[in-house]
Each structure stands twice: as C-alpha cells, then as structure tokens.
C-alpha cells in the first residue's frame, strides 16, 4: 500500500512500525454543528484507507477526535467570539448538550455514507489533563511560556522543523502577520496558544497550574493521538486546510514533546467544492446527507460519487452528477441480483481482474482506477456471472455499496435446500442431532449460513 506523504510530497510505502499492524489518527469532528458532504468525504477517506489496509491483510487502529471544546471564530481577532457559545446561544442548549446532539448527528451521516466507525472517538473534554500535561512537558523543554495573564503559548522559534509540513518558514509568516492585530505579549506572531485564560463570559473552563482557562485547538490531537496510538504514529489524515496551522503545530507539539517524529505520513484530502466553490458553512451552500435523502438518493451513492476523483483533488459536486452515481449503484445491485454467486473467482480472467483493482488501491488510494475496473468486470464476456459475483462481493469490503443488496433480498432457498432444511428439522424433533449436524454442514457447503429460528431451520446466503 502506498499513498502520497504531504510532508515528504512523495509517494510512500506504507511500513508500520508495529509490523503488521497500522495506527491511524483522524482529525475529526468539531460538533457545534451539522457536518456536510465536504467534512464527511475527509471522515470517508480514513476508513477508506483503512479498509484497503484490511483488504491487504493488515491489523489498522484508527482514532478519530471529537472536539467538543469550543474554539474561537478568529483565533487572531481580540473580538473574537467562541463558537460553542454562538451555538447555546442560538439553540438554548448547554455546551455539552450541543456538543452530544451533533455528534449523534455526525455519527448517523457517518453511517448513512457506509464510513464505519473509528476505533476509538475520544472527546477533547474529557482529556483536559491529558492536554495539560503535554503542556507542563513543552514549557519544561523549553518549547512554551507563560504569558502574565494565564495563557501558555507555543515557542515556534524553539522548534527547528516549524514549517517543514506546510512550507511556511518563520519570515513568511512574520510578514503575513504584519498588518494583523496579534497578542504582544507573544514572542512570534505565529506562536499559537496551547492553552488560553478564560475571559469573561466564557462558558467551558477548567482549573490549570496557569489558572482557569481552556486548551488550544491544536494541543487535543498532539495529546490524544498519542494518549491512545503512542509516540509513533504510521497515518495522520485529514481535510488539505488542516496543514498548516493545524497540522503543522501538531508536528511542533507532538516532536517538541518527545523529541523524535511521531507520525510517518501525512494525508490529506482535497476539498468538496460545488459550482466553483468550497462547500462550506461560510458560503452557505452547504449539502448534508438529509439533502441526499430528501431527493430519493440512497446516500451510499455519494461514494461512487466520490470514487471518480482521486481524494487528494478538488472534487466538484453537481446534482446531476450524484443521480448519475445514484442510477450507477442501484444498476449495479441489479446486475449482482442477477448472477448466482460462484463459490470463488478462480477463473484466470477473474484473478487478472481482481489483480488489477487491489493494485489500483495500493497506489495511492487510486480510486478512479479502480472503478474503470469493476466497470470492466461487469460487461466482461470473458468472466462467468457467479465469479462477478464473487469478485465484487468480496471488493465491496472496500467500496462499501452494499452491492448484494438486491441479490440477498430477490434470494430464496433452492427446492433441495427446503428438502433439506424440512430433514433437518424432522431430525433435531426426534433429538437426532448426528443428522442435523450433517445436514447443516451440508446446507453450508452450498453458500449459506444456517439459523436455528423459533418455526425451524432458516437459511440466507452468506456474504
Ligand atoms: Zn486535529
């Protein structure tokens, strides 16, 4: 498996450190809001990356942050107003109700897009010492101060990689910030606080050696990808605006704190745009997986979507397009309705195919490549139906369409099945349970899985 490094803006083989088992961080959700396509398409390409880890045998943790502190509209701006509070303000709700009614939500759109869940989803709130510790250890190595009114800025002069991510060098960042108002009391205006004394008015706040106050964004996933995945971290993702300051700030946290580098590569995935432009809340053209549903569209389709364009691009969402994928993936369920599943794709045309889609993957995640493929496999005249079948059972543990829908739903026992199924219960009334035993390994041995039910033997196919 390889994938594009944007610290090293190379294409890398990913080699975990802990041979045979991937650790993942994905920055994750701010939940002070409902999350749009464009947020859930970064959440997608996580569990994309880590299902065609799987497919290639490999153990993957994934961790995926919460945050559920609220940050400030304008980090820069003394006015600056913190987004938590716009929400309780607007909604009347506490800041932890805020925070629980929009991560259900952005759970349920996760699951509704088939992104399965992370393995672990810590929340900003409940790590505050966690946070606070990794603090005490930067001012203790020289990389943090504290300024007189209670806040700890980051010292990104103490740090010799500072920019290494992003390519933003300490002088260009001191020229960008000329004409920005900036705290003075901060020793470079691209020094970034990693923990902020709480002002008036402000509604999350915890005690701190600093006094009361609240954590820097950045400082949650230096500590919490490390709390849960350790020091050295194989796959950090996340949405392409979160390199710099975000990520580049996580590197100056995470590296200054231990003093090695923590996380080999870097992803990061393009943005969603529609007509031209960004999709994001500031522009108001925001779609959410209700507008999907809303149109008759099965919100799975969106992956198809987004399978046509490589995930580190800019991706442009049109209506027309999202129905084009939406008649796509239901006319591929029909196709797969229509083939009686083979046992296995032996035949040498099936291996080729299936050579060349896990191929696509482990280039770099080359999903347009991999649709060509199964595209391909579907009007091959040279593949029987059941190895289509097959094939596209088994990759669906990647694209994750739930392709078999069709197919498990028009299915019903074979008459020799019911024959069998009808033995076996006479079988297990007479308490023969040498014969049901018999007949149930035989009944698996023909594609299904065997259920004791209350009315007796069921059978399904198995996927
Ligand atoms: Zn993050």
Redesign the pocket.
Known sequence: MRLYNTLTRAVEEVVPVEPGHVKMYA?GPTVYRYAHLGNLRTYMLADLIRRALRLEGFRVTLVQ?ITDVGHMTDESSPEAIDKMLLAVEDEGLQPLEIAEKYTRSVFEDAAALGIDEPDMSPKATEHIPEMIGLTKTLIDREHAYVVDNGSVYYDVASFDGYGKLSGNTLDKLREGHRDLETDPRKHHPADFALWKAAGPGRLMKWPSPWGDGFPGWHVE?SAMSMEYLGDRIDIHT?GTD?RFP?HED?IAQSEGAVGHRVVSIWVHGGHLRQAGQKIAKSTGNVVRVQDLVDRGIDPLSFRWLCFQTQYRSEMDFSWDAMETADQRVKQLRRRMAGWAPAAEASSDEAVAFDGRFRAALADDLSFPAAVRVVNELVSSTAVPGGEKYALLADWDRVLGLDLQREAVAAWSPTEEMRALMKERDEARAAKDYATSDRIREQLTSMGVEVMDTATGTQVRPRD
């Open positions: 920055c942050n996933c996340g979160l975000h996580e």
